[in-house]
């Protein structure tokens, strides 16, 4: 079965909010939520069907935009390759020009609306920023909570609390304060036994390769409304966490990295054909930096994931 290429954009407006469209009921997967665009034809760039599409489909002109998520899905009757691109700057005030309804929602609300299985991992993609920071080893509880303040009031948004090297008590006390500080303005992803789980249920929580190996095959071990990622080193480790259900994962190491100066670097090159393999939205870990967030997304990845280059305070 040919599989058909699709260019799908995720607008978003001045505020933040994102557009949706509702497919009509007479439409494959009719009924349902939607990002607008449609088929890449003929001779085409995905960019230039998606510059026709959104004005043919919202009379908007595309200004800005830049890829966000490549997603292939087999239904039983079809098979498509969602091109995805995050539009971030257009002319026009956009309607339905084909009569269907639109939404503005923000990417919160996203996860309220009822999208084709094929449009998950955007959704995805469309909540989560472009860069994952993760927190030092070897820091106190305070200059840990310090840092995290500092850090979500200069805009992180996703934030993974890592302190391999504290006891458990001190770890999940640490947890409990890191969530509250962030509370409503940025998402924390703890590790740890999955017997936690259940106690701290405003966090997501990311998954060791370890773990990861140890789940595969079985199911996602925490509820869909909550964030889940997973660690990957390998092609293999990427399929395991598509198959087990995780939200997003960090593929590493990108570049050689003082925390693992052993482990032998990806390159960028092999990250991208990976990237290519797999629906989830990746960050790339290891040797990278705040800077590196524009390469990363023109070769597919969601963004960047760091420790040093990204803690607001010198180590």
């Known amino acids: 079965m040919k599989r058909i290429h699709v260019a799908a954009a995720v607008i978003r407006g001045a505020d933040g909010r994102i557009l949706i469209a509702k497919r009509a009921d007479t439409q494959h997967q009719g009924g349902l939520w939607e990002f607008p665009g449609g088929k890449v034809e003929g001779s085409e760039t995905v960019r230039e069907a998606l510059v026709r599409e959104l004005q043919e489909e919202l009379a908007i002109s595309v200004i800005k935009a830049q890829p966000l998520i490549q997603v ?6 079809k ?23 639109l939404a503005w929602v923000s990417a919160r609300q996203l996860s309220e609306y009822e999208f084709p299985q094929a449009n998950q991992p955007i959704v995805a993609a469309a909540r989560l920023p472009e860069q994952y920071l993760i927190t030092p080893q070897d820091l106190s509880a305070s200059e840990l909570l310090n840092g995290i303040h500092r850090a979500v009031s200069q805009g992180a948004g996703l934030l993974q609390l890592r302190a391999p090297a504290m006891f458990d008590p ?5 947890a409990l ?5 962030c509370a409503g303005r940025a998402q924390v992803m ?3 036994p999955l017997e936690w789980l259940s106690d701290f249920p405003a966090a997501g929580w990311h998954l060791t390769s370890k773990q990861l190996t140890e789940l595969a095959g079985g199911e996602r071990p925490i509820q869909a409304s909550r964030w889940l990622a997973a660690s990957c080193h390998s092609l293999a480790e990427l399929e395991m966490a598509a198959q087990l259900g995780v939200d997003f994962v960090t593929l590493s190491p990108l570049a050689a990295t003082q925390t693992h100066p052993e482990a032998q670097p990806l390159g960028w090159t092999l990250c991208e054909q990976w990237i290519k393999q797999t629906n989830l939205p990746v960050f790339l870990l290891g040797g990278v930096g705040p800077d590196d967030a524009a390469q990363a997304r023109k070769m597919g990845a ?14």
């Open 72 to 77: 292939q899905h087999d239904y039983p009757d």
């Open 79 to 101: 098979h498509v390759l969602l091109d995805v691109w995050e539009v971030s700057e257009f002319s026009g005030e956009p309607h339905g020009a084909e009569g269907q309804p």
């Open 170 to 174: 001190e770890y999940r006390t640490l």
């Open 177 to 181: 304060d890191a969530i509250g500080l």
């Open 190 to 192: 703890l590790k740890g």
């Open 302 to 315: 969601q963004g960047v994931a760091g420790i040093r280059a990204f803690w607001p305070v010198a180590l």
